[in-house]
């Protein structure tokens, strides 16, 4: 069955580095996602893309934060300089379409995550 | 804003048992309702999701969840858990129409099975 991929499964940083977060999408859908989840809260949305561009996105998203699908199959979570507070479980999701339709909500798959720690 | 509130942060259950577990959402009007789980090391999987119709709402792995507007509730429910059922929990709402369909999560609600 296809899934969603992320590498890598940890990573860990010093403040102020960049790091790239890595998913594999499944290979027909059109939407990507990004959500985090900081320990112990709430999985929150980050981010939407579509068509090689951002279709959506949280306050949480600000300058520090970039998406890319830099080929046919890798979809990438930038952030630029990182912070403590940065520290969360990044989850990728993709879906068919956004669900926008009069047809039924399409589902968005998750990966397994990534475990970002911030030192 | 839509919110979801799950009460329980941990529930413990014996294999075998029933298990029901809370979800409540704030919305001004029916939204589309989800119930999540995440297995360890594994990526949220979709259990169910409510858009209209029956409120009684048949997923995977034997789960079920009933809306009850009146209460802004969705509970999920298993009539006997089995040991492999130990995981995260999330409830999720996204709004039915215009606008955005980005799910807003609870907390979670973590599942611990005892044999």
């Known amino acids: 069955e296809p899934e969603v991929t992320q590498t890598p499964s940890h990573q860990v940083t010093q403040m102020g580095q960049e790091v790239i977060l890595r998913c594999v999408p499944i290979s027909n859908h059109l939407y990507f996602y990004w959500y985090r989840q900081i320990l112990g809260q709430k999985v929150e949305f980050l981010v939407s893309f579509y068509n090689n561009e951002i279709s959506e996105k949280s306050e949480i998203f600000d300058d520090q934060f970039s998406v890319e699908r830099p080929d046919g199959s890798n979809f990438t979570l930038k952030i630029r300089s990182t912070k403590l507070e940065d520290s969360a479980m990044y989850f990728c999701?993709?879906?068919?379409?956004?669900?926008?339709?009069?047809?039924?909500?399409?589902?968005?798959?998750f990966g397994p995550g990534t475990r970002l720690t911030v030192l | 804003a839509q919110s979801v509130t799950q009460p329980d942060i941990h529930i413990t259950v014996s294999e075998g048992a029933s298990l029901e577990l809370r979800c409540n959402y704030s919305?001004?009007?029916?939204?589309?309702l989800f119930w999540y789980v995440q297995s360890p090391g594994q990526g949220l999987q979709l259990l169910l999701k409510?858009?209209?119709?029956?409120?009684l709402v048949q997923g995977i792995k034997g789960f079920e969840a009933e809306f009850k507007r009146s209460q802004s509730s969705f509970n999920l429910r298993k009539p006997s858990v089995h040991w492999s059922d130990a995981a995260e929990y999330f409830c999720?709402?996204?709004?039915?129409?215009?606008?955005?369909?980005?799910?807003?999560f609870g907390r979670g609600t973590s599942l611990i099975v005892h044999p």
């Open positions: 999720a709402v996204a709004p039915a129409s215009g606008g955005s369909y980005i799910p807003t």
């Open positions: 999701a993709s879906s068919v379409t956004s669900g926008s339709q009069q047809s039924t909500y399409n589902e968005q798959f």
């Open positions: 409510y858009f209209s119709g029956d409120t």
């Open positions: 919305y001004g009007a029916t939204p589309y």
